[in-house]
């Protein structure tokens, strides 16, 4: 087995290890008449599903602060993906549980090894508000 291979293989066990299923919507693209590719708002979404890690991530030096609502910190949510799930930024995913069931996909950044994607992680934002 491979570099890469190796690789493959330990985003799947850290997957495996608490899997969370996302699911989105895409809508297919036309041409607008301009040369420039838009959703096609007549035509039904594509249904994508994956199966991926929901992970925290500290967004600096690690700071808890009291608020009104009780203890808040500065860590923020990303997932981890396989390299052949086409997620893509500003994409909404609806995750299959939790109190947060929608989020907004941030830059998606692809690792590499040996020249090739492996996996792929994204920061999250929530998009319910």
Same mark, same amino acid.
């Given at each position: 087995?491979?570099?890469?291979?190796?690789? +493959?293989?330990?985003?799947?066990?850290?997957?495996?290890?608490?899997?969370?299923?996302?699911?989105?919507?895409?809508?297919?693209?036309?041409?607008?008449?301009?040369? !420039?590719?838009?959703?096609?708002? /007549?035509?039904?979404?594509?249904? =994508?599903?994956?199966? !991926?890690?929901?992970? =925290?991530?500290?967004?600096?030096?690690?700071?808890? /602060?009291?608020? /009104? +609502?009780?203890?808040?910190?500065?860590? /923020?949510?990303?997932?981890?993906?396989?390299?052949?799930?086409?997620?893509?930024?500003?994409?909404?995913?609806? !995750?299959?549980?939790?109190?947060?069931?929608?989020?907004?996909?941030?830059? +998606?950044?692809?690792?590499? +090894?040996?020249?090739?994607?492996?996996?792929?992680?994204?920061?999250? !934002?929530?998009?319910?508000?």
């Amino acid at each position: 087995m491979g570099l890469w291979e190796n690789h +493959v293989e330990g985003v799947e066990q850290l997957i495996d290890i608490n899997p969370v299923s996302i699911t989105w919507d895409r809508y297919p693209v036309i041409d607008n008449g301009r040369g !420039v590719m838009v959703p096609d708002p /007549s035509a039904p979404p594509e249904k =994508h599903q994956a199966w !991926v890690r929901l992970s =925290h991530q500290a967004g600096g030096v690690q700071d808890t /602060s009291v608020a /009104s +609502v009780g203890l808040t910190t500065n860590k /923020s949510m990303y997932l981890l993906m396989l390299y052949n799930v086409d997620l893509r930024k500003d994409e909404i995913i609806t !995750v299959d549980f939790g109190p947060i069931r929608t989020w907004k996909v941030g830059v +998606v950044d692809e690792l590499f +090894v040996e020249g090739e994607c492996y996996a792929k992680q994204a920061p999250l !934002v929530r998009a319910d508000g």
